[in-house]
């Protein structure tokens, strides 16, 4: 009668780690072919971010509010191969913001204060523009600014309001400087 091997201390949520995975050998290591996982996982360092720049790229053609998608990107005129739909714009926009790109986040964070393929959520619209604006995303800061400005899901304050404005505009965000300017 065979026993079953005696489960190791592993995390059991990746299949690399599973002491049954296809990877695992008898002396409860893990091999892909003839690689360790962790030299295996290498390969895909940065490859996450091409992934994330890409979700929010189609997300941007998807957007059907974003009216600068095709200025954006010229070579796509009239041959973006997408029908504009919001949600779908919102969902790539996820994927893309969950990964960290700061461009997502930030549309996320629009997603959220205008209701576009999600519930309305003015709270929710600044903790992706924050998460996005912590990355030095002018265009977060400059809406991060204009929420503390306008007192949209956050408290009203003008000097909260201006320190933002201030890191958009010291990043070139024409918008955040004319808005110091008033």
């Known amino acids: 009668q065979s026993r079953s091997p005696t489960p190791r201390r592993t995390p059991t949520h990746t299949p690399l780690a599973h002491p049954r995975s296809p990877c695992a050998r008898r002396d409860g290591t893990h091999m892909v072919g003839n690689v360790a996982p962790g030299k295996w996982l290498l390969q895909f360092v940065g490859k996450a971010d091409a992934f994330a720049r890409a979700c929010n790229e189609l997300g941007f053609q998807y957007d059907p509010d974003n009216e ?72 977060a800061q400059s809406n991060i600014g204009r929420c503390f400005f306008d007192g949209t899901g956050v408290e009203k304050d003008l000097t909260l309001a201006r320190e933002w404005y201030g890191k958009a505009a010291a990043h070139g965000h024409e918008g955040a400087q004319r808005s110091l300017d008033r």
């Open 68 to 139: 600068d998608a095709e200025r954006a990107m010229p070579h796509l005129k009239g041959s973006t191969g997408v029908t504009k739909d919001a949600r779908r714009a919102k969902e790539l926009y996820h994927a893309a913001a969950e990964l960290g790109n700061a461009a997502a986040q930030n549309n996320m964070g629009v997603c959220c204060k205008f209701g576009r393929g999600v519930a309305k959520d003015l709270a929710q619209a600044v903790v992706w523009y924050r998460l996005a604006a912590d990355q030095g995303s002018a265009a």
